[in-house]
């Protein structure tokens, strides 16, 4: 184990090495309104949007938001679709143009952990983050900057992109005993048919596959060949990468520091294998940071 500045990263990979990214942007995703008959404060977070157009939200506070509530938010209405469980509500948004309703009365919504300004929201989006579609940023993308493209782009590091939803897992913590006992929630996902090629060009030229974040390791790894490439396409995924789980497409992984009892570490112990215990005791010693704005760690399959 060795330490760097993450402006060392395109020297600790090779020339022709492929990083892929997750091109997915924050939406304003967190909205403060409240209650048409009673006034009462009422907070949303909205994770994704359903093939019917209503939402799937997190509600706080969630009791007696039954359905037909409506919640006053700015200058819009939303209309509660169904009986709120364990804070989960579906909701419906009056407007001609949702998303653009949201962004007008939103606000990015950062780690509940977090408690200062970061004063402009773009800081919480990654320089590759393109249409929205997030409850919660891919972090680990939060640490390339034009200089770190630059320096990879002078290595002969190539870059190609994908694009998953992060929702619902990012925030609730697994409370099962037995790691195969936990539910995960799915997420949508997508690879271009252009990713598709440039990781089977990257196999033909003898180069690593390292992606960018938890993210991008459970979307290509979702659509996996079955030989080291992937199937384009898009849907949903409910894969749920943990120890005993295949890795065929990843060859290595950067990936921010990640508190036990998530199934980010969950995935990373799968990843590494039992190695990944000492990695984080020597983060700890060392003084390195954890989560959304935290360090950052490059990590290789394990392959024993």
Not at 17 to 41: M, P, S
Request: hydrophobic share 40%.
């Amino acid at each position: 184990m060795s330490d760097h500045r993450f402006l060392d990263l395109a020297q600790i990979l090779d020339p022709g090495d492929l990083l892929v990214v997750n091109e997915t942007r924050v939406r304003a995703a967190r909205l403060f309104g409240e209650r048409r008959e009673t006034g009462g404060r009422v907070e949303l977070l909205l994770l994704e949007r359903a093939e019917d157009g209503s939402w799937d939200a997190l509600a706080r506070p969630s009791r007696r938001l039954r359905p037909g509530v409506v919640i006053d938010i700015g200058d819009i209405g939303v209309v509660v679709a169904s009986e709120s469980e364990e804070g989960r509500v579906r909701v419906v948004i009056v407007a001609d143009d949702p998303e653009t309703a949201i962004a007008s009365v939103g606000s990015v919504p950062l780690p509940p952990y977090f408690t200062g300004d970061l004063g402009d929201p773009e800081r919480y989006q990654t320089i590759f983050a393109a249409d929205p579609g997030s409850a919660a940023a891919p972090t680990a993308g939060l640490h390339f900057t034009d200089e770190v493209m630059r320096r990879l782009a002078e290595r002969g590091v190539e870059i190609a992109r994908v694009d998953l939803h992060v929702s619902l897992d990012t925030f609730r913590p697994m409370t099962v005993d037995e790691i195969e006992d936990h539910d995960i929630h799915s997420e949508w996902c997508s690879i271009p048919e252009e990713t598709k090629t440039a990781i089977d060009v990257c196999r033909d030229r003898g180069g690593q596959v390292i992606a960018v974040g938890t993210t991008v390791v459970r979307t290509l790894e979702s659509r996996a060949d079955g030989s080291g490439g992937v199937v384009a396409g898009e849907g949903r995924t409910d894969l749920f990468l943990r120890p005993g789980s295949e890795f065929s497409v990843v060859d290595g992984l950067i990936t921010n520091f990640h508190l036990p009892g998530s199934t980010l570490l969950v995935l990373l112990a799968g990843f590494m294998g039992p190695r990944w215990r000492d990695v984080y005791e020597t983060a700890l010693t060392r003084g390195y940071r954890f989560l959304s704005f935290g360090d950052a760690m490059f990590a290789a399959r394990d392959t024993s």
